[in-house]
């Protein structure tokens, strides 16, 4: 793991040691780090007290490179700070991104809640389709029946009249 230490120098005997200020979590996203002991090393030794270096521990917790971190800050200050990318401006940003966020969340909830309205009109229309399919069938069944009292009653008219003369 990558950390942004700054070298301590202790006592008459030169002793050194690394302060652990940031450990990075991800390619663009550090952490500081809680108050800690100095961690002793001898490697440090060969950097001047108070210099900033990035550190690399091995997985058994022992420093497995130290270089100066002079390069690696100005590179962060050309990256970011050069082109007005400040803390404040990140919270904008991420202010920003939350309102869009939650703007699209509720324009997706509109868009669920008419497609939900849709659907139950699209039913009801399916269901007046119905109703009226059957009604039509109903009025074809007493358009025949009446056609055929009609024509019953025109035999009978045609019957009596035959009778009649």
Same mark, same amino acid.
């Given at each position: 793991m990558l950390y942004l230490a700054q070298i301590q120098k202790k006592g008459y005997l030169g002793k050194a040691g690394l302060r652990l200020l940031a450990s990075q979590k991800s390619e663009h996203v550090w952490t500081l780090e809680p108050e800690q002991d100095i961690i002793l090393s001898t490697d440090a030794a060969a950097y001047s007290e108070d210099l900033l270096v990035l550190v690399e521990f091995s997985s058994s917790h022992q420093v497995a490179s130290i270089r100066e971190a002079t390069d690696w800050v100005l590179e962060l200050v050309q990256k970011y700070l050069s082109y007005g990318i400040t803390p404040a401006f990140l919270q904008q940003e991420t202010e920003r991104a939350e309102q869009w966020r939650q703007s699209l969340t509720l324009q997706s909830q509109e868009l669920e809640r008419r497609t939900l309205e849709l659907e139950a009109r699209r039913e009801q229309i399916q269901d007046l389709e119905e109703d009226l399919k059957r !009604?039509?069938?109903?009025?074809?069944?007493?358009? %025949? !029946?009446?056609?055929? !009292?009609?024509?019953?009653? %025109?035999q009978r008219m045609q019957d009596n009249e035959s009778r009649q003369t």
């Amino acid at each position: 793991m990558l950390y942004l230490a700054q070298i301590q120098k202790k006592g008459y005997l030169g002793k050194a040691g690394l302060r652990l200020l940031a450990s990075q979590k991800s390619e663009h996203v550090w952490t500081l780090e809680p108050e800690q002991d100095i961690i002793l090393s001898t490697d440090a030794a060969a950097y001047s007290e108070d210099l900033l270096v990035l550190v690399e521990f091995s997985s058994s917790h022992q420093v497995a490179s130290i270089r100066e971190a002079t390069d690696w800050v100005l590179e962060l200050v050309q990256k970011y700070l050069s082109y007005g990318i400040t803390p404040a401006f990140l919270q904008q940003e991420t202010e920003r991104a939350e309102q869009w966020r939650q703007s699209l969340t509720l324009q997706s909830q509109e868009l669920e809640r008419r497609t939900l309205e849709l659907e139950a009109r699209r039913e009801q229309i399916q269901d007046l389709e119905e109703d009226l399919k059957r !009604q039509k069938k109903e009025l074809e069944l007493l358009t %025949d !029946q009446a056609k055929l !009292q009609s024509q019953e009653l %025109d035999q009978r008219m045609q019957d009596n009249e035959s009778r009649q003369t």
